[in-house]
Protein backbone atom coordinates (compact mmCIF):
# COMPACT_ATOMS: atom_id res chain seq x y z
CA UNK A 1 0.00 0.00 0.00
CA UNK A 2 0.83 3.59 -0.70
CA UNK A 3 0.26 6.97 0.01
CA UNK A 4 1.60 9.86 -2.61
CA UNK A 5 1.10 13.30 -1.74
CA UNK A 6 0.37 15.07 -4.95
CA UNK A 7 -0.33 18.66 -3.86
CA UNK A 8 -1.17 21.29 -0.69
CA UNK A 9 -2.88 24.30 -0.62
CA UNK A 10 -3.88 26.71 2.49
CA UNK A 11 -7.46 28.32 1.20
CA UNK A 12 -8.49 30.63 3.51
CA UNK A 13 -11.72 31.12 2.03
CA UNK A 14 -12.83 27.62 3.44
CA UNK A 15 -10.26 27.98 6.36
CA UNK A 16 -9.02 24.14 5.23
CA UNK A 17 -5.59 22.87 4.38
CA UNK A 18 -6.52 20.94 0.67
CA UNK A 19 -4.27 17.74 0.60
CA UNK A 20 -4.42 16.37 -2.60
CA UNK A 21 -2.84 12.90 -2.26
CA UNK A 22 -2.82 9.00 -4.62
CA UNK A 23 -4.19 5.69 -2.95
CA UNK A 24 -2.68 2.42 -4.26
CA UNK A 25 -3.52 -0.89 -2.47
CA UNK A 26 -4.19 -4.39 -3.22
CA UNK A 27 -7.39 -6.02 -2.34
CA UNK A 28 -5.54 -7.56 0.99
CA UNK A 29 -4.94 -4.04 2.44
CA UNK A 30 -8.30 -3.04 2.07
CA UNK A 31 -9.50 -5.02 4.81
CA UNK A 32 -7.01 -2.89 6.85
CA UNK A 33 -8.81 0.88 5.48
CA UNK A 34 -11.62 1.88 7.07
CA UNK A 35 -14.74 0.91 5.07
CA UNK A 36 -15.57 3.79 2.37
CA UNK A 37 -11.54 3.54 1.13
CA UNK A 38 -12.39 1.08 -1.63
CA UNK A 39 -11.01 2.47 -5.21
CA UNK A 40 -7.14 1.98 -5.62
CA UNK A 41 -5.19 4.13 -7.21
CA UNK A 42 -7.36 6.90 -7.04
CA UNK A 43 -6.93 10.89 -6.33
CA UNK A 44 -8.62 12.02 -3.16
CA UNK A 45 -8.66 15.11 -1.81
CA UNK A 46 -8.60 15.36 2.20
CA UNK A 47 -10.21 18.70 3.40
CA UNK A 48 -8.63 19.80 7.23
CA UNK A 49 -9.28 23.03 9.06
CA UNK A 50 -6.73 25.11 9.45
CA UNK A 51 -6.58 24.52 12.75
CA UNK A 52 -6.14 20.59 12.80
CA UNK A 53 -2.95 20.98 13.81
CA UNK A 54 -3.17 23.40 16.51
CA UNK A 55 -6.39 21.09 17.88
CA UNK A 56 -3.78 18.22 17.79
CA UNK A 57 -1.29 19.84 19.75
CA UNK A 58 -3.33 21.29 22.19
CA UNK A 59 -5.15 17.64 22.99
CA UNK A 60 -2.19 15.76 23.29
CA UNK A 61 0.17 18.33 24.75
CA UNK A 62 2.60 18.21 21.60
CA UNK A 63 4.96 20.81 20.83
CA UNK A 64 3.39 23.03 18.48
CA UNK A 65 7.41 23.46 16.99
CA UNK A 66 7.28 20.02 16.03
CA UNK A 67 5.10 20.76 12.70
CA UNK A 68 6.58 17.34 11.05
CA UNK A 69 4.53 15.33 13.57
CA UNK A 70 1.67 17.26 13.38
CA UNK A 71 1.59 17.06 9.84
CA UNK A 72 1.94 13.27 10.04
CA UNK A 73 -1.07 13.61 12.06
CA UNK A 74 -3.36 15.37 9.54
CA UNK A 75 -2.09 13.20 7.20
CA UNK A 76 -2.45 10.17 9.00
CA UNK A 77 -5.33 10.46 11.63
CA UNK A 78 -8.11 9.80 8.40
CA UNK A 79 -6.53 5.80 8.29
CA UNK A 80 -7.12 5.30 11.83
CA UNK A 81 -9.73 2.81 12.60
CA UNK A 82 -12.87 4.37 14.48
CA UNK A 83 -12.49 1.80 17.82
CA UNK A 84 -9.12 3.14 18.22
CA UNK A 85 -10.90 6.30 19.52
CA UNK A 86 -12.64 4.31 21.95
CA UNK A 87 -9.86 2.34 23.13
CA UNK A 88 -8.71 2.33 27.11
CA UNK A 89 -5.95 4.58 26.31
CA UNK A 90 -7.59 7.05 23.89
CA UNK A 91 -7.74 10.29 24.19
CA UNK A 92 -11.26 10.40 26.26
CA UNK A 93 -10.61 6.91 28.14
CA UNK A 94 -6.85 7.06 29.11
CA UNK A 95 -6.04 8.03 32.71
CA UNK A 96 -3.80 10.55 31.80
CA UNK A 97 -2.50 12.78 28.49
CA UNK A 98 0.73 12.06 28.24
CA UNK A 99 -0.87 7.75 27.91
CA UNK A 100 -3.17 9.11 25.04
CA UNK A 101 -0.08 10.48 23.28
CA UNK A 102 2.26 7.80 23.41
CA UNK A 103 -0.43 5.19 22.66
CA UNK A 104 -1.53 7.98 19.24
CA UNK A 105 1.73 8.70 18.28
CA UNK A 106 2.42 4.78 18.03
CA UNK A 107 -1.13 4.69 15.56
CA UNK A 108 0.17 7.52 13.39
CA UNK A 109 3.69 5.61 12.85
CA UNK A 110 2.21 2.62 12.27
CA UNK A 111 -0.52 4.25 10.03
CA UNK A 112 2.46 6.11 8.54
CA UNK A 113 4.83 3.37 7.73
CA UNK A 114 2.23 1.05 6.35
CA UNK A 115 1.11 3.15 3.88
CA UNK A 116 4.65 4.17 2.84
CA UNK A 117 3.41 8.03 3.85
CA UNK A 118 6.24 10.21 3.11
CA UNK A 119 6.13 13.86 4.52
CA UNK A 120 8.95 14.94 4.10
CA UNK A 121 12.07 15.94 2.05
CA UNK A 122 12.94 18.92 -0.24
CA UNK A 123 10.42 19.14 -3.02
CA UNK A 124 7.25 17.13 -0.83
CA UNK A 125 4.20 19.06 -1.43
CA UNK A 126 3.16 19.68 2.24
CA UNK A 127 6.19 22.09 2.75
CA UNK A 128 3.80 24.40 1.66
CA UNK A 129 1.44 23.69 5.14
CA UNK A 130 5.40 23.86 7.34
CA UNK A 131 5.84 27.57 5.22
CA UNK A 132 2.10 28.71 5.70
CA UNK A 133 1.27 27.16 9.08
CA UNK A 134 0.01 29.22 12.07
CA UNK A 135 0.04 29.00 15.65
CA UNK A 136 -1.36 30.98 18.24
CA UNK A 137 -0.61 30.26 21.72
CA UNK A 138 -3.24 31.79 23.23
CA UNK A 139 -6.01 30.51 21.10
CA UNK A 140 -3.85 26.66 22.24
CA UNK A 141 -4.37 27.03 25.65
CA UNK A 142 -7.99 27.46 25.44
CA UNK A 143 -8.44 24.43 23.53
CA UNK A 144 -5.89 22.36 25.90
CA UNK A 145 -8.05 23.60 28.46
CA UNK A 146 -11.30 22.56 26.77
CA UNK A 147 -9.37 19.30 26.39
CA UNK A 148 -8.93 19.14 30.43
CA UNK A 149 -12.42 20.14 31.24
CA UNK A 150 -13.90 17.14 28.62
CA UNK A 151 -11.66 14.87 30.44
CA UNK A 152 -12.48 15.88 33.95
CA UNK A 153 -16.59 15.72 32.42
CA UNK A 154 -16.23 12.36 31.01
CA UNK A 155 -14.55 10.51 34.35
CA UNK A 156 -11.02 10.00 32.60
CA UNK A 157 -9.02 12.73 34.49
CA UNK A 158 -9.92 14.09 37.87
CA UNK A 159 -9.09 17.97 37.88
CA UNK A 160 -9.01 19.28 41.22
CA UNK A 161 -11.91 20.82 42.21
CA UNK A 162 -10.70 24.47 42.11
CA UNK A 163 -8.71 24.37 39.17
CA UNK A 164 -12.00 22.80 37.94
CA UNK A 165 -13.83 26.01 39.07
CA UNK A 166 -11.48 28.61 37.62
CA UNK A 167 -11.57 26.67 34.12
CA UNK A 168 -14.82 26.38 33.97
CA UNK A 169 -15.55 30.43 34.91
CA UNK A 170 -12.82 31.03 31.96
CA UNK A 171 -14.12 29.28 29.40
CA UNK A 172 -18.01 30.73 30.24
CA UNK A 173 -16.38 33.64 29.66
CA UNK A 174 -14.44 33.29 26.78
CA UNK A 175 -15.39 35.93 23.96
CA UNK A 176 -15.56 35.99 20.27
CA UNK A 177 -14.10 39.16 18.66
CA UNK A 178 -17.65 40.43 18.09
CA UNK A 179 -18.49 40.27 21.91
CA UNK A 180 -20.49 37.23 21.75
CA UNK A 181 -19.47 34.32 24.34
CA UNK A 182 -17.43 31.28 22.89
CA UNK A 183 -20.28 28.94 24.43
CA UNK A 184 -23.35 30.24 22.84
CA UNK A 185 -24.71 32.07 25.94
Not at 41 to 70: C, F
Not at 113 to 134: A, C, D, H, W
Amino acid sequence: MRITILDATRRDDLNSWIIEFKEEFTEEEKAELPEWRTASGKTVKLMAPLDTMEWRAAEYNLEIHDINTLIDIMVCEQYIQQGFFESENSLFNAPDIETARVTYLAEITRIKLLYRVSTRGKTNPLNTVREKVEFNSGVMAVKAMETLLLRHEKGSQVLDPAVHTVLSRFRDNLRFEDGSKINGD
